[in-house]
């Protein structure tokens, strides 16, 4: 059998819908003699007859009927692709998966998908909750599109954007007597019960390099794997901590209050992407949580400071 192409197809489609090779020609803006030759082509390349004559025009074969089920089909798909095709383009269809450490899938990313979705409310969205070292691992294997995570990533193969620099805060129950203090010093948590994170995470061993350096002991007896956990225990009584400053949802307990800690240690957030492969929907995304917080950080700049 010989190949047919997508022309004589839909002439084949115009002749038996219409009845007629001349209404056909009319409909696809060619002449009636190219319409009875791109059939005879498609006659011989499909190895049966296609019509019959017949007063009224071009009669189907009931080979031909069959085949126009099986054509009818093909174009049926190839609406359904042209609609996915412009829906894609459009964003009103896609998918995103977005993997962050917990700190940031539980406080500032939750705020910032929320807000991608009320503009744009039919793409879905996956937030995958990973450790530190997982993050640029599962972006560069394509399980995430996107990655958010502390910097420095050491294991990251993929472009690297800093989106935000901010100082730690420090977090104390709400009735403590810091709550007085419009900051608290390093001096300030002198022998004073401490709810550390684990040993070995490097948040841990910058904050303890400070405090060794500066000869000022404190009381671990509490530790938590994450500022959720570390929060809950200091809102317990359980002590005070050192915790991030991206995580909005804590900072809304009224158990606890928190104020800027000096000298101050810093954290910047990060976002991986291979930028040049992303999806139409992931490089919108991509572009969103850049203008999201660069509008964040403006808003505070206009803002006059506020009391904790």
């Known amino acids: 059998m010989q190949r047919f192409n ?8 115009a002749v038996i819908t219409l009845g007629s090779m001349t209404k056909a020609a009319e409909l696809l803006g060619i002449s009636q003699p190219a319409v009875s030759r791109l059939m005879l082509d498609f006659q011989e390349a499909v190895g049966f007859r296609l019509f019959r004559k017949s007063r009224g025009g071009a009669e189907p074969t009931d080979d031909a009927r069959r085949l126009f089920e099986q054509v009818e089909k093909l174009f049926v ?3 359904e692709l ?9 964003l009103t269809s896609g998918s995103i998966t977005v993997a962050a450490m917990g700190l940031y899938a539980n406080g500032l990313l939750a705020d910032i998908i929320a807000r991608f979705r009320q503009r744009f409310p039919d793409i879905a969205i996956r937030l995958d909750s990973q450790p ?15 990655g958010i995570a502390s910097l420095p990533i ?14 730690v805060l420090c977090v104390f129950p709400a009735d403590h007597e810091f709550a007085a203090c419009a900051e608290i010093h390093a001096t300030d948590l002198a ?10 995470t490097p948040f841990r061993f910058e904050i ?9 002991d404190r ?27 991206y995580s909005p949802h804590l900072r809304r307990n009224p158990a606890l209050a928190f104020r800027p800690f000096l000298p101050a240690i810093s954290i910047s957030l990060g976002m991986i992407a291979d930028e040049g492969d992303l999806s139409v929907a992931a490089r919108e995304f991509h572009q969103f949580v850049l203008d999201d917080i660069k509008n964040h950080v403006a808003g505070e700049a206009e803002r006059p400071p506020a009391t904790q």
């Open 6 to 13: 997508v022309r004589q197809i839909e002439a084949f489609r």
């Open 77 to 79: 798909g190839l609406d």
């Open 132 to 146: 530190q070292e997982r993050i640029a691992e599962w972006v560069a294997s394509r399980r995430a599109d996107i």
């Open 154 to 167: 050491s294991n990251s193969t993929l472009p690297v954007r800093e989106l935000l620099r901010r100082p």
């Open 208 to 216: 303890d390099t400070l405090f060794e350096r500066a000869g000022i």
């Open 191 to 200: 022998d004073r019960p401490f709810v550390s994170f684990p040993r070995g």
């Open 82 to 90: 042209n609609r996915e095709v412009h829906a894609i383009k459009n």
């Open 219 to 245: 009381q671990l007896m509490t530790e938590a794997t994450t500022h959720e956990a570390v929060c809950n225990l200091v809102a317990a009584g359980l002590g005070i901590s050192i915790v991030s400053p």
